[in-house]
């Protein structure tokens, strides 16, 4: 009896070793898909007044979009300062209600 109880005690803490090991993994792994989540895109126009800027832009993975043309409300209106039509740019959309968003924006390099 005192074998099974030592053996289901043993058993039950390297499961929780296991299973924080796998929780730590994904935080990783989460990070690392936050930090590539920067999408491609083309300068189109600006709207500094209110906080906008059109982009020709590539896959954005992840809010699920395809290629396209469109207008994002930019977060953080410093952004756009030096940013001029036709520059490259890197960028992380986001989805907040019905409304598109630039989170974070940069020139490509």
Do not use: W
Request: with cysteine; hydrophobic share 35%; charged share 20%.
């Amino acid at each position: 009896m005192k074998q099974l109880l030592i053996a289901c005690l043993l058993g039950s803490v390297a499961f929780s070793v296991q299973a924080s090991d796998e929780h730590s993994s994904h935080k990783g792994h989460e990070a690392a898909q936050t930090s590539t989540s920067m999408s491609q895109g083309e300068v189109r126009k600006i709207d500094a007044a209110n906080q906008k800027i059109t982009l020709r832009h590539g896959p954005i993975a992840n809010i699920g979009m395809p290629p396209m043309t469109m207008v994002f409300q930019v977060r953080k209106p410093d952004q756009l300062d030096g940013l001029k039509v036709g520059d490259k740019v890197q960028f992380v959309a986001d989805k907040q209600g019905s409304q598109y968003g630039v989170s974070e924006l940069q020139k490509a390099e």
